[in-house]
């Protein structure tokens, strides 16, 4: 894996619009829909100063311990160079040494690549309230996921 560490950057967005603005249009551009919120945590790989690959994490719930991973993209240009992995494993740092529990909703197709890089597929069960009605409601637009968790080392 190449060291692209000096590209990685975290951010807190509140009041950085023009960061956002720049997120904003990398998304947009590479087609996925969500929006950024005020109060999510992003990352993302510059490389030549052009964004490459980003992410987001949102609160999950009224918690400030527990988040949702959301919007894990990579640039069509540069998938398959492990850009995904290095954001990804940056990401699972930032919330082990920052004590927050990690949450997502995989595509099936990519459940693979999220248990490679410590995710656990949940039962229902295991599944907090506010993602299992996440995951209802792709459920229900005919989209299925996998809800799974970061499992961190001592925890």
């Not at 459940?111 to 506010?130: A, C």
Request: aromatic content about 10%; hydrophobic content about 35%.
């Amino acid at each position: 894996m190449r060291d692209l560490t000096a590209n990685l950057h975290y951010f807190f967005l509140r009041g950085e619009k023009i960061q956002t603005l720049n997120l904003g249009r990398f998304y947009k551009r590479n087609g996925y829909k969500g929006k950024i919120q005020g109060d999510d945590l992003c990352a993302w790989i510059e490389i030549n100063e052009e964004i490459t690959a980003a992410a987001r994490i949102s609160p999950l719930n009224d918690e400030t311990t527990t988040r949702q991973l959301r919007g894990l993209w990579v640039h069509k240009a540069h998938r398959r160079q492990a850009l995904g992995t290095l954001l990804l494993r940056s990401i699972n740092q930032h919330a082990t040494d920052n004590k927050y529990d990690l949450y997502l909703l995989a595509y099936p197709h990519l459940g693979l690549f999220y248990r490679m890089n410590n995710y656990q597929p949940l039962s229902q069960q295991e599944t907090p309230d506010s993602l299992l009605t996440k995951q209802q409601h792709y459920e229900a637009k005919g989209t299925p996921t996998i809800a799974m968790r970061l499992i961190m080392e001592g925890r």
